[in-house]
Nanobody, 127 residues
Framework: VQLVESGGGLVQAGGSLRLSCAASGFTFDDYVMGWFRQAPGKEREAVSCIRRSDGSTWYGDSVKGRFAISRDNAKNTVYLQMNHLEPVDTAVYYC?????????????????????WGQGLPVTVSS
């Protein structure tokens, strides 16, 4: 599986960015794609995830109401629309994927539950 991220960069506080993650090489039909972020000196944090088959989603408390995850199944691509960005959102953002059938029936919220990762996208929000 290959995950290719795009859309990161520098934005002022209050601005928006949209991250994309294009996946290829899946050998399974139902997967979950998630976004994580890691700020300098901090642990990797789950941001959001979405399941391919039914579109079910999860959001971390720190991004609820500001970020929106969506998918385009025909393109095997997941998007993360980030609005009302704050300096605390500054981090490297990673896309990740896992076969949902290998899980216990719930959306995976821990990095250790994901099998495949993108290269990471720096996002910097200036004040």
């Amino acid at each position: 599986v290959q995950l290719v991220e795009s859309g990161g960069g520098l934005v002022q506080a209050g601005g928006s960015l949209r991250l994309s993650c294009a996946a290829s090489g899946f050998t399974f039909d139902d997967y979950v794609m998630g976004w994580f972020r890691q700020a300098p000196g901090k642990e990797r944090e789950a941001v959001s995830c979405i399941r391919r088959s039914d579109g079910s989603t999860w959001y971390g408390d720190s991004v609820k109401g500001r970020f929106a995850i969506s998918r385009d199944n025909a393109k095997n691509t997941v998007y993360l629309q980030m609005n009302h960005l704050e300096p605390v959102d500054t981090a490297v953002y990673y896309c990740a994927a896992v076969d949902f059938t290998t899980l216990a029936g719930t959306l995976p919220l821990r990095a250790s539950e994901y099998d495949d990762w993108g290269q990471g996208l720096p996002v910097t929000v200036s004040s």
